[in-house]
């Protein structure tokens, strides 16, 4: 078994709306089928006995070596833990040959799992080992290390609970929660809205304190100190007992409490200065350690936290009472756990020599072992949830804390006996403001009731009803997918919106081009949806991108799909016929959202079928308005877009809207059918977007179809009397439309300028030159920059082939190169000729064609 072409589809796709790993497989004849293996799933599922009864999704094919694949990697990562359900496994036309696609969480886990797989059913086949406990270790260790940590993870589901998109933008917790000009940032439990200068102030734990002092908030009395002698002057001038800690540090790092001897000060200077080149000496507040966690102007959570400890029973050891509380299977070696183990290290070493032990005591029964200074979790601590007990007055120190430091989402820690009374009342104090809190104490606390701060960071974030979302158009197609983009993109632009766009010709930001060459792709639109100046946007979204990664979105307001036929590099990629491609454009329709609209073509029936698959409603478009489509759909009292009487007309019910194509110019008057059909297409994307009427009207009025606005896209030159059409078109149905266009057009003597691409089949090749063979006077073919694996002249030959039964064709020339070829039919121009050029090298081929007309 051979395992190629490994792709990680990174958003909705081809096969599902999970992030997958898609990976070609070659199986041997042997290997097409399991029954001829024999003893090979008994010792499969020896090693792996959770994988599970292989059964392929038709019913009537046989479960493939390429099937195991799909199951061993899916089922290794769900007994890691990955919370993952979804895989397939589809037969090729090519024998032996099979596509796996299987669902994971993080991407580097599921790449992982698809190669331990590989290892498995090897060691299967060869009768060899295979190590399932430490394959499984591998993934748990590989998923705690690249996933989002349990703070940033609980903000994120909270966004995805309200259909908030987010996407992460570094491999830590940097995370961006909706689009352009709508995003918000976090980074962990750090809202984008929190200044730097807060959270510098919450790192200086002296400056803190004073702005806390002056707010009339209660803080334990210190200062900060230069050197070890300076510290025991300080703690004897607050009074022991004292605490010593780093000013600048976070975490519990570097602090140690209770302090009552010089030569305890000592040893707490030194960790300290380990942690920061400023040292603070504090009043230690007796009594217990909690959290409380506001965000906003309220408090959220609150947790009573306890240091790691043990409890002697007069019989273990200290590192044994450790270890027996470690096999605590709540206690993991990350936070993927409600608790974490216990680090028996020189820190906790050092902790129990204040208390008189060493690792081998023997604690008498009862007595509470103390292994840390600090309540974190991450070492091992506990944390009990008393949020329902926290006093208002206590709540309101924490929160004016909060609102003191220039916090959105802020750790108070207070020390007090109990936080069912006021501070004041008990001698309690704040004692640290952080920044970034841990959620996980109050997520998953040791005991009592989990809190959902997700929501709340969120909600802090994000107001009621707003789910971040600017619309998203996105538009495929065999046809017409470019100019309907820059259309659409237009007249959302004449509505006032600042949009960007992709397309085969680059990336735009408000009409400014960004970035080049054919952005059509996922990656462009994800980068326009993370530029904080984009309102909407529209996307033209190309068969290559869906394939090769997925979409750039989870779901858009409008979907467009012009037309599906012939010539859209059928044959690539498993995709053979136009059903196939049907069911890869249905992609952008079954991921419209429930208030949006698909937009589709009346008149192309297997587009038309596409509205079953919308999850939102439908707007159908067709020229001829008594299409059983249109009147149909028309009759339910749903939006249709047709034309009648020279207009373009769009209905709902009693709602109608009419604009002369008289005065739409990319369509010449109505003359140019397929331009027609571009523009139905846009103003039904414009409508299911709710841009206003005028300024869809607007938007078609001065949107000219020149090299400026629709670069290759029908672009007429006017050169000593004669007429030069430059065009992209490179395929049947394209190549139809311009000849329907063309001939609606007068004209003495019409030829034309045409290559092919050379990773098209056969017979597309020939296909387009039989279609011009019948309608030009002359034909001149050229060899294009890159043949694309083609061999040297095997293009124009294929394209020769085509004229052989030209009935109207008289004359053939064949040049090298595109500029000699268009030079060559410009000098052959005469007053009221016309030539289409078919352009393959769109931004050069027109810059030479507009130098060519202005010397002219």
């Not at 190629?4 to 199986?27: D, K």
């Not at 995370?175 to 790192?203: C, L, M, P, Y």
Request: charged share 25%.
């Amino acid at each position: 078994m051979e395992v190629s072409r490994i792709r990680a589809l990174r958003g909705p796709n081809l096969w599902s709306r999970h992030y997958s790993i898609e990976s070609v497989v070659v199986c041997s004849e042997v290997e097409c089928s399991l029954a001829r293996l024999p003893g090979f799933d008994v010792r499969l599922r020896a090693l792996f006995p959770q994988i599970g009864a292989v059964r392929p999704t038709k019913h009537d094919e046989e479960p493939s070596m390429a099937h195991v694949l799909e199951y061993a990697a899916l089922g290794l990562q769900a007994q890691a833990g990955c919370p993952v359900t979804f895989s397939r496994t589809t037969v090729t036309d090519e024998t032996g040959v099979y596509q796996v696609v299987v669902e994971y969480s993080e991407e580097a886990v599921g790449k992982l799992a698809l190669e331990l797989a590989q290892d498995l059913i090897r060691a299967a086949a060869e009768s060899t080992g295979f190590d399932l406990d430490g394959a499984l270790q591998r993934l748990r260790e590989l998923d705690e290390d690249v996933r989002l940590g349990p703070s940033t993870g609980a903000i994120v589901q909270a966004a995805v609970s309200r259909g908030i998109p987010f996407r992460r933008l570094t491999t830590g917790s940097m995370v961006q929660f909706g689009w352009g000009s709508k995003q918000r940032r976090i980074q962990a439990a750090e809202i984008d809205r929190t200044s730097a200068i807060s959270e510098t102030i919450a790192q200086d734990k002296e400056l803190t304190k004073k702005l806390l002092e002056a707010a009339g908030v209660p803080v334990p009395k210190g200062r900060p100190v230069s050197d070890m002698d300076d510290a025991w002057k300080a703690a004897q001038e607050i009074g022991l007992p004292v605490v010593v800690k780093p000013q600048d540090g976070n975490q519990g790092k570097g602090v140690t409490v209770n302090i009552m001897t010089r030569e305890h000060i000592e040893i707490a200077f030194k960790a300290a200065a380990e942690i920061s080149d400023d040292v603070l000496v504090e009043r230690f507040l007796p009594g217990n350690d909690f959290r409380l966690l506001v965000v906003g102007s309220r408090l959220i959570a609150a947790a009573r936290r306890e240091p790691p400890l043990v409890v002697g029973d007069g019989v273990h050891t200290v590192r044994e009472l450790v270890e027996a509380v470690n096999r605590d299977p709540r206690r993991g070696d990350g936070h993927a756990t409600s608790l974490t183990k216990i680090r028996f290290d020189d820190i906790a070493i050092s902790r129990l020599e204040t208390q008189g032990m060493a690792p081998d005591s023997v604690p008498p029964k009862g007595l509470r072992v103390i292994l840390r200074n600090n309540a974190n979790l991450s070492t091992g601590g506990t944390a009990t949830d008393v949020t329902d007990d926290v006093h208002p007055e206590v709540a309101a120190r924490a929160v004016a804390a909060a609102h003191m430091v220039g916090l959105d989402v802020c750790g108070v820690d207070v020390v007090c006996d109990s936080v069912l009374r006021p501070l004041e009342e008990q001698a309690g104090g704040i004692v640290e403001v952080n920044a970034a809190p841990g959620l996980r104490m109050h997520l998953s606390p040791s005991y009592g009731k989990g809190r959902d701060v997700g929501s709340a960071i969120i909600g802090e974030i994000f107001a009621p009803g707003d789910d971040g979302r600017i619309p998203v158009i996105a538009i495929t197609g065999t046809n017409g997918k470019t100019t309907t983009v820059r259309l659409t993109a237009h007249i959302l632009g004449k509505s006032g919106l600042r949009v960007g766009m992709t397309n085969t010709d680059g990336v735009y930001i408000q009409s400014k081009r960004v970035d080049t060459g054919d952005c059509s792709g996922p990656r462009s639109a994800r980068n326009v949806l993370l530029h904080p100046d984009v309102d909407a946007a529209v996307f033209e979204t190309a068969r290559g991108g869906m394939l090769r990664e997925g979409l750039g979105f989870d779901r858009c307001k409008v979907a467009v799909v012009t037309n599906v036929g012939l010539g859209d590099h059928l044959g690539l990629n498993y995709i053979t016929t136009v059903e196939d491609l049907a069911v890869l454009k249905r992609v952008i329709v079954h991921n419209v959202s429930t208030d949006g609209y698909a937009v589709l073509n009346a008149a192309d029936a297997i587009v038309a079928s596409m509205a079953a698959s919308c999850p939102g409603q439908v707007i159908y478009f067709a020229a001829n308005h008594h299409h059983p489509v249109i009147v149909t759909h028309r009759a339910q009292g749903k939006r249709v877009v047709f034309v009648e009487d020279g207009h373009v007309v769009a209905a709902e019910g009693r709602f109608n809207a009419r604009i002369p194509l008289a005065q739409v110019p990319l369509t010449r008057g109505g003359s140019i059918a397929f331009q027609v059909e571009n523009v139905m297409a846009s103003v039904a994307a414009a409508w299911g977007a709710g841009i206003d009427w005028n300024a869809i009207a607007e938007g078609l009025s001065n949107f000219v179809g020149d090299s400026d606005n629709a670069p290759g896209r029908f672009n007429v030159f006017d050169y000593r009397g004669a007429t030069v059409i430059a065009d992209y078109g490179h395929n049947a149905d394209a190549i139809t439309a311009l000849v329907r266009a063309v001939e609606a057009m007068p004209a003495k003597r019409r030829s034309v300028v045409i290559s092919g691409a050379g990773d098209r089949r056969d017979e597309d090749i020939r296909q387009q030159t039989e279609i011009l063979g019948d309608a030009f006077d002359e034909v001149i073919l050229y060899q294009d920059a890159c043949q694309r694996g083609r061999a040297d002249g095997e293009v124009l030959s294929l394209l020769r082939q085509g004229l052989e039964g030209a009935q109207r064709t008289s004359k053939v020339q064949e040049i090298h190169g595109e500029f000699v070829a268009i030079d060559t039919a410009l000098a052959q121009l005469k007053e009221d000729d016309l030539v289409l050029i078919l352009i393959d090298q769109i931004e050069e081929a027109l810059a030479h064609i507009a130098k060519r007309v202005a010397e002219a």
